[in-house]
């Protein structure tokens, strides 16, 4: 004789799920006879940077920031397994020149100051007057600025330090 289970294993079958609310930001647990959440706050005080895949802390120090690198050579679609984010600190990559200046706008969030119009001439960088950092040059004049007292005021060298310093002169 032939016994048709089927219908007592469909009756019997679990209907336990797990799925992504991402405008909630919650994981639902659907069991039997409840649900459960968990939230992206919850999840996220489990997790740490170096538990994602493709975050390598390795070199993780005081003050590192974090960068990606990109190192893929395997074509369109493909994901290279070095490509990922990892720890970067400034005072292991010290250079003795640099193409760009990273700083930071009046709100805080970073930005690249662009380098000179020139890039083949001399600079100097510092503060401009306006708030701001940027690269100028010596501004020729016909006649030079004077103070409050007639002087005019003419910059040298230090021989020794090679400071830029200035002398009171009359105009």
């Not at 679609?77 to 700083?103: E, I």
Request: proline residues 5%; hydrophobic residues 30%; negative net charge.
């Amino acid at each position: 004789m032939n016994y048709d289970y089927e219908p007592m294993i469909k009756q019997t079958e679990t209907d336990t799920s797990v799925s992504v609310d991402q405008l909630g930001r919650v994981l639902k647990y659907m069991a039997e006879r409840h649900t459960d959440t968990i939230s992206a706050k919850e999840l996220g005080s489990i997790l740490h940077l170096a538990d994602i895949g493709d975050v390598d802390i390795t070199e993780l120090k005081d003050n590192s920031l974090l960068a990606y690198r990109k190192d893929s050579n395997c074509g369109e679609g493909c994901q290279d397994a070095s490509s990922g984010w990892y720890a970067y600190n400034a005072l292991d990559h010290l250079t003795d020149s640099v193409q760009y200046l990273m700083g930071f706008d009046a709100d805080g969030a970073p930005i690249t100051l662009n380098t000179p119009t020139h890039p083949d001439q001399y600079y100097q960088l510092g503060w401009n007057g306006n708030n701001k950092v940027s690269f100028s040059q010596p501004v020729e004049v016909s006649t030079p600025p004077v103070d409050e007292d007639g002087k005019v005021l003419q910059v040298f060298v230090d021989p020794n330090t090679h400071q830029l310093v200035y002398v009171r002169r009359d105009a």
